[in-house]
Every structure is written in structure tokens, then in C-alpha cells.
């Protein structure tokens, strides 16, 4: 049994009685307490009634992501396949990102497949037959316009792609033994056509992030080899090391539940910190764990808890923007704290890894991202669907200032107002 030390004990109580709070636990008053007469209730204050702090419904990286999406959707639309083809290549090419991170060239890429997909994804959730026409006249007509452009390495990623989103909307994310086997051949279907489209081109040699990144994406239905898996990502990583989602993918498929082992996750999050030590410090160990003890108690019980703090550290040096700021922050304060009690050898290092949320939070904070906190309640789980994104967002925003609220608990019952700027949290008394 694990015996903590005197400060991970502190650190334990301080995030019960924090997590108690959100969750609304009422706590047992002292006996003078309890035997006093009872007074007329105040009404409760409300976090934001303490709290100033700018929130940022549609932040630059939002807009930037849906500017992308939108031109990509728009030149597929118009059959402008040569521009479509030639702003995804530049894109590829320098690498470019939206302020938060997110590679151009996979967003025009997304905006050009997404009437498809999602035409398909509708048809499905309608009952419509394996044979309906809204379930292949999309896609078919993206491999028409494939044939006209046989030699274009960007176009026929744009359909292997398209494939294998299909794929995915064919199988679902329930657990094999309950996919219907019908679905589970018009999945493999479309995962076999993706990678013969991508095996037309030679992707060492073209250096291209966006077609390492769609080679990674068919590792579902092509392999269960736990060293190609890592090899493919490191490839990936290796032509695009700022791209953080490259390296939590890689920790994710490294989890025994897909293609990997808890030695071989520990083995590839060591590597990885080494390889990107120059862009990251320590951040590549941080990032290849971050969703896998997120999702996995072992994982989660195994990490080298030191090396992961530092990369933290090393991440907020590194790209101290406010949507990161957003990202880590929300993480430690509300995904971790999602598997909390679920295992004894994990609630530890989930406890002193959430501690990190005070710093983030106090040294960093400037504005809130009211979606990404909103994400991180679902474990930033990408296959979540949002039937409202007001709704959404305000959750997020409620948590979020829930938890900075109770962060600066005792300045607030001290009679102060936080007032989150450029600076840092300013207090004034009210």
C-alpha cells in the first residue's frame, strides 16, 4: 500500500476538499456549530460575483480553425481541386499552424471531405441502408475527381482521409464484440481502400506531416505490431515535432487496449522527450503520457510523476499562449480528476499532477477558453457530439470558474475581488 508523504497528504486534502466543493458534498459542521440557532441564509455568492476575467467565446485559434475548414469546403465545392490541392501542399510544407497548434493543411484538408462525411454520418444515424445512395454517391465522387488527378499526393489523401472517416462513422467507438459485423466489414472496407489510395506514394520521401499524419490514422485496421505502431509515429513526430497531437496519439495507441504495452509507453514517452528535447525540454515525456493516464489507471500508476511536472513546466516555456494556458489547466483540474477513486496506486500521481492546476492558474491565466475547459470535462474526448455549443460552453465556463474560484478561496472570504490580467490575478478589496 502507498504511504504518502506529508506533502502529497496536504496536496490529497486540499484537492478532496476542492473536488467535494464542485461536486456539492456537504460537509459536516462542528457540534457548536450544528447546536447554534439557525440563521436567516444569505444568498450564494456566485463565482463570477469574485472573479473578473475576460472569456473568450470564439478565440483566435477558433476563428482561425473555422476560417481553414471553411476555405477548404469552399474550393471542394467550387471544383477548384488545383487551388484546393496547391494551399494544402503550402500549408504542409511550412508547417503552418492556427495559433493553438492545429496544422493548416489537415483543416483545409477537413473542410474539403466534410459535406461527404458528414452526409454519410446522416444517412447512418437515419437507418438508411448499406446500400443507400447518400452513403456512396460523396465518396464516389471523390475518387472520380482522384482518377482525374492520379498523380496528386494532397487530393488522394483528402479521399483516403474521407475514407477512413467514414470508416470510423461505419463502426462506431463501442467496444469490438458489440459492433454488428456489417459494420465491421463496410469499416475494414474503407480502411482498405484509404491505404491502397496512400500506397501510391512514396511518404518518406515526400516529408509531407499531413500524409505521415493519415499513415498513422490507418494503423486501426492495418496493424497490431506494437514497434511498426511507434516506428510510424516516429516518423511523424520526427517531420513535425510542434504538433503535441502527434505524440498523444502515440501514448494513447501505446496503451495495451490498442497496439501497445505499459513498458513500451514509458519506453516510447522516454525516446520521444529525447528526440524533441530541443523544441519541448522534458514536454515530449509530458505529452506522450497526457492522455493515456487521462484514460488509464495502470498508466496512470506508472508514470514518473517528477519527469512529468517538469515537462509541464518545460510546455509552458515553450508556447506559453493563453489556448495552452487554457489546455494544461483545465486538464489538471478537471480531466485528471475524472478517474479520481477508481484506482488507489493511481489517485496519488492524478492528486500531485492536479496540484500543478494552482500554478497554472496563478502564474499563467489571463483569459478563459470557455470550450476547451467544456472538453475537458469529456476527457477531450474528440468523438463527443455537441447538439448545442452555447449550452457546451457554458458549462465549461461554470467549471472553470468554479475551480478558480475555489483556488482562491481565501482571498475571496477575506473580502477580495480577483481580477485576472496580462500581470497576473490582481486583488482589491470590495
Known sequence: ??????????AISRMIHLIGDQLSIPQKAPPAARAAPIATALPQKRPEDSLSIPVMDHSADDIAC?????????????????????????????????????????????????????????????GQEAGARPLIDGIMALEAVRMLHRDDPYLATVVALAHIDIGWTWRGTGWETIVPSINRRR???????????????????????????AACALLHGNTKDTMSVANSYERLIDLDPLDNRHMRALGNHMLPRWFGSYPALEL??????????????????????????????????????????DGLRDIVETRPSQEMINLLASYCAVALCNGLGLSEHADLPRLQIAEAADWLIRDHLCELHPMIWAHAADGFDNNTRITSPSRFAARGRADALQIIADLFRDEINRGHKITFTAEGPQLSLV
Open 1 to 10: 500500500m502507498l504511504t504518502p508523504s506529508r506533502q502529497a497528504r496536504n
Open 268 to 309: 516510447e514517452a522516454r525516446r520521444t522527450a529525447s528526440r524533441t528535447e530541443d523544441t519541448w525540454g522534458a514536454g515530449g515525456y509530458t505529452w506522450v503520457y497526457f492522455d493515456a493516464i487521462a484514460n488509464d489507471e495502470q498508466a496512470c500508476a506508472q508514470v514518473d510523476v517528477e519527469f512529468f511536472l
Open 66 to 126: 473555422r476560417a481553414a475548414q471553411a476555405q477548404g469546403q469552399f474550393l471542394a465545392r467550387q471544383e477548384r481541386w488545383d487551388e484546393l490541392s496547391a494551399e494544402i501542399a503550402a500549408a504542409d510544407v511550412a508547417r503552418d499552424k492556427t495559433p493553438g497548434g492545429m496544422p493548416v493543411a489537415e483543416l483545409l484538408a477537413y473542410g474539403a471531405r466534410a459535406d461527404v462525411v458528414n452526409a454519410v454520418e446522416h444517412a447512418l444515424s437515419e
Open 187 to 213: 469499416c475494414a472496407a474503407h480502411f482498405d481502400r484509404a491505404s491502397a489510395l496512400l500506397a501510391l506514394f512514396d511518404t518518406a520521401h515526400l516529408k509531407s506531416p499531413m500524409l505521415a499524419s
